[in-house]
């Protein structure tokens, strides 16, 4: 439910951030080359975008449905995600967190629905690369670096993490986060 939820929210959200960009840009005319517009698309493999173009690639704002059901809705440049955005698989498992050049890089949280195991950390090149897998039953599984000597995440790793949530160290509810983090 809680999920469910936050999707709305985030779809909202993002299409509310760039509602500013897409309300600016004139809708797409009827030819085929679209420039700094907001238009629709069905592709030749039977995907379909509806949201910003420039230079006729997908750019700003939008959403990408695939064929298969994947679903992308967020940022773009150049034809590629690329910035913020969200991605629902088929199976249910989805992706909350930033993209670049069409792959999952930077932060991002990955939830495998099917066993509500959740990876939260950093990615390159669309692979996880720093950062914590939780499962259900609370047991969690270290991705890269940020374990101290006994194989531990370190007490920095959720520092950062926390200053990254916006919280400001020294204060009580940063001490919180830290401590509800490395539970």
Request: hydrophobic letters at 30%.
């Amino acid at each position: 439910m809680c999920t469910s939820v936050f999707k709305v929210i985030l779809i909202a959200c993002l299409f509310i951030l760039g509602s500013t960009n897409a309300a600016a840009l004139p809708k797409c005319s009827d030819l085929p080359y679209k420039d700094n517009c907001i238009g629709s698309q069905t592709n030749p493999d039977g995907s379909f975008y509806q949201g910003g173009f420039k230079a006729n690639k997908y750019s700003g704002k939008g959403e990408l449905t695939l064929l298969n059901g994947a679903k992308y809705v967020g940022d773009f440049e150049n034809g590629l995600q690329n910035g913020r955005g969200y991605l629902t698989l088929p199976s249910g498992n989805t992706y909350d967190g930033e993209w670049r050049n069409g792959f999952r890089e930077g932060y991002g949280i990955f939830i495998y629905k099917n066993t509500g195991a959740r990876y939260e950390g950093t990615w390159l090149n669309g692979n996880q690369k720093d950062g914590v897998l939780k499962n259900p039953d609370n047991s969690s599984q270290i991705f890269g670096k940020g374990l101290n000597e006994n194989g531990n995440q370190s007490i920095d790793f959720y520092k950062n993490k926390c200053r990254d949530l916006g919280f400001k160290p020294e204060t009580e509810s940063f001490a919180k986060c830290v401590l509800q983090l490395s539970k």
